[in-house]
């Protein structure tokens, strides 16, 4: 665990892009169509872009647009999840912070090594779909760009219980259920005053909602 010494200040708040015109449906992988949006290829520095919220908000979708657009590795944060995690979250039993842990550093450690490839040619970036729920989990991700070139973004992304009930409702043979969700809402921390994370109101169409992430992403990366 970070102490409060070890925690990054971010004296801003995040910038907020609202999304919400029309009810997005739910969000698949093999559904994906991203937007034409001219983003930066070639950057004199690496990005880790880390896609967060709750269960049902969208994270491996937008996050899979990202990847194809910037033409980097995609990393799914469920993936990296202990066996005795899913077994607890399948049984309905939420997470506690020791659980998540481990979790969130061998996530953090699969992210730098993504950046660091056997071949000796690095990428520009990495995408990673993280819950993160909480500060102090972000903080765990952030300290991947301690004492070196590396950027950090966390795009989170904001959607109503009622809709993320909804999605997780439709899913198939997933651990994550209805109460899971909930228990997530109760401990989601909200990125407040944290400069690297912005916000976006996903509670549009789909080819809506990619378009803002993606004029977003190519905002940040070009302004460093």
Not at 43 to 66: D, E, F, M, R
Not at 174 to 185: I, P
Not at 204 to 222: C, F, K, M, Y
Request: charged share 20%.
């Amino acid at each position: 665990m970070l102490s409060a010494g070890e925690r990054p200040q971010h004296p801003a708040s995040p910038a907020i892009v609202d999304a919400s015109t029309v009810l997005m449906p739910n969000l698949e992988p093999k559904t994906i169509s991203p937007p034409s949006v001219m983003l930066p290829h070639k950057s004199p520095v690496q990005h880790i872009w880390v896609v967060t919220g709750p269960a049902g908000c969208g994270k491996s979708t937008v996050g899979q647009v990202l990847r194809k657009e910037l033409g980097v590795s995609f990393l799914e944060g469920d993936d990296y999840h202990p066996a005795s995690n899913k077994t607890k979250m399948g049984n309905g039993i939420p997470l506690t912070d020791e659980d998540r842990w481990d979790w969130l550093i061998s996530l953090r450690k699969a992210a730098i090594d993504a950046l660091s490839p056997a071949d000796g040619n690095p990428p520009t970036g990495v995408v990673v779909a993280c819950s993160a729920l909480k500060q102090k989990y972000r903080d765990v991700i952030r300290v991947a760009a301690y004492n070196s070139p590396v950027k950090i973004h966390f795009i989170y992304l904001k959607l109503t219980e009622n809709v993320l009930m909804q999605r997780v409702s439709q899913r198939q043979a997933h651990y994550m259920k209805s109460d899971m969700v909930r228990s997530q809402l109760q401990a989601l921390e909200e990125p407040q005053g944290e400069d690297d994370a912005i916000t976006i109101n996903v509670e549009g169409s789909q080819e809506h909602v990619q378009r803002r992430v993606l004029e977003a992403v190519a905002e940040i990366a070009n302004a460093v």
